[in-house]
């Protein structure tokens, strides 16, 4: 079953919900756009760019990153050849703010058809979040309790390092759950206010979601 190729789609879920896994799997089974906020962000703040040098600062201590530095790098992203009729926004709206921002920029055309709201229990989250570890070569996901490497600290596919995002230490996750709450509840009554919010049990295995998901993206 393969995912509708004019889909244009958010993906939204607590840190740790499985929404980039997902999204990536989702995108390349359907020839969507997969397009990360946070993978963005890391990107700008490696290439030490003027966005990078200002994102640096508010990533750094967990707190989320301005509204506007954020919306003017989706908007340039999604305006590229790849993202012109299909897409998952994986990360981004976080806030309300966000989300009619997005809308004001999209002609009705092409306007947000599918949100997807990860649902996972705050206690499973943190478990996640904590044992996470990120290849700093290709972007590999391991986990040190439930996908672990072969060798410790060494990526199983491409023997990059592996390392704990500075977001992922428990003082930062508590930061980011308080923000998360915070903003969701809105931001989840203004889509249910579109008709277009859909939510799924994200405490499942992967491959249960990944199929609930193709199903709910028709």
Known sequence: MATPVNARCVFLGAPGAGKGTQAKRVAANGGLA?????????????AGSELGRKAKGFMDTGA???????????????????????WILDGFPRTLPQAMA?????????AVSHVIYFAVPEQIL???????????????????????????DTCDLCGGRTTQRSDDHPEKIA?????????????????KGRQVL???????????VFQELLKLMQ
């Open 34 to 46: 997969h397009i990360s906020t946070g993978d963005m962000l890391r990107q700008e703040v490696a």
């Open 64 to 86: 989320l990153v301005p509204d506007d530095l954020i919306i003017d790098m989706v908007k340039v992203r999604i305006a590229q050849p790849d993202a012109k009729l299909a």
């Open 102 to 110: 997005l809308d004001s920029a999209l002609p009705k055309a092409t």
């Open 126 to 152: 943190v478990g996640r979040l904590t044992g996470r570890r990120t290849c700093s070569k290709c972007g590999a996901i391991w986990h040190v309790e439930t996908k672990p490497t072969k060798v410790a």
């Open 175 to 191: 930061v980011r759950m308080q923000e998360y709450r915070q903003l969701t509840t809105p931001l989840l009554a203004y889509y």
């Open 198 to 208: 859909r939510e799924i049990d994200a405490n499942r295995s992967p491959e249960v």
